[in-house]
């Protein structure tokens, strides 16, 4: 376990020292859940059924969890750029836990994606969106979506080093805008056909979004939905418990074995 700790704070260190030299990456990926926001906020607001500053309200807890489930894309993404330009190979013959160079990945992102929730959380008070619930049950809200986002983390690291070339890690990444679509991260569901709000229900972004609204104080629960987003904060934490029960050790196993 301290060899895990300590090669796992070595590789958060690289892979933080591989976001400062990419600044123009960083700043983007920062900035264009702020961009979404005033379009979504200012554009589709005007055309639903909720006032604009009330759709705000609705909206900022659902982009953070879409920005959130976009670790499956960064995570893929880097992964696959450290196989396929033999990074990947170079560390394997490394006196290193087989475990620590995934771990860093994620740890390194969760820090990255800490960092970036500060700006989207100071646009959104500033169109209007509030914390009507306790600090302590807004901590939560933060605590779930960082989970939440090293749980997708995860899941984009397997899907990485399952990749056959970075193009199409990308190209695979880049698909993974439908998942918010299909969830209430953006509209509510009650007005959807009856199998498509329960697809978009059943989506881990709905449970979490709804949970945030909740813990946060933007919006209640909405009745007769799925178990998920019904029991929302349990629904969350079972949802990303499944996650990375399921895409950890695949993850890491998949590491361990790559190249041989």
């Known amino acids: 376990m301290s060899t895990l700790a300590h090669d796992g704070t070595a590789m958060l260190g690289r892979q933080l020292l591989r976001v400062r030299n990419n600044p123009a990456l960083a700043i983007l990926t920062q900035t264009m859940p702020i961009t979404m926001l005033l379009f979504f906020g200012y554009v589709f607001g005007s055309a639903l059924a909720m006032p604009g500053a009330d759709y705000r309200a609705f909206l900022v807890p659902?982009?953070?969890?879409?920005?959130?489930?976009?670790?499956?894309?960064?995570?893929?993404?880097?992964a696959a750029q450290d196989l396929h330009r033999g990074v990947t190979d170079r560390l394997r013959t490394l006196?290193?836990?087989?475990?620590?160079?995934?771990?860093g990945q994620a740890l390194a992102d969760l820090v990255v994606t800490a960092a970036?929730?500060?700006?989207?959380?100071?646009?959104?008070?500033?169109?209007?969106?509030r914390v009507e619930g306790s600090a302590a049950a807004a901590l939560g809200a933060v605590g779930l979506l960082l989970l939440f986002r090293f749980a997708c983390t995860w899941a984009g690291i397997l899907l990485g080093l399952l990749s056959r070339?970075?193009?199409?890690?990308?190209q695979l990444g880049s698909a993974t805008f439908m998942l918010p679509l299909l969830s209430n991260a953006y509209i509510p569901t009650d007005n959807l056909p009856g199998w498509l709000r329960t697809l978009a229900e059943w989506n881990?972004?709905?449970?979490?979004?709804?949970?945030?609204r909740d813990l946060f104080g933007n919006a209640s629960v909405p009745e007769g939905a799925a178990w998920p987003v019904s029991h929302p904060v349990a629904g969350s934490l079972a949802w990303c418990a499944v996650l990375i029960?399921?895409?950890l050790p695949l993850a890491v196993r998949r590491y361990a074995g790559t190249g041989r």
């Open 62 to 78: 659902g982009l953070l969890v879409a920005t959130a489930a976009n670790g499956i894309m960064t995570g893929m993404f880097q």
């Open 95 to 103: 006196p290193v836990s087989r475990a620590a160079v995934p771990l």
């Open 116 to 129: 970036g929730t500060v700006p989207l959380l100071l646009v959104g008070l500033a169109v209007g969106w």
């Open 165 to 170: 070339s970075e193009e199409a890690a990308g």
């Open 204 to 212: 881990p972004i709905s449970a979490v979004a709804t949970a945030l």
């Open 245 to 247: 029960a399921v895409f």
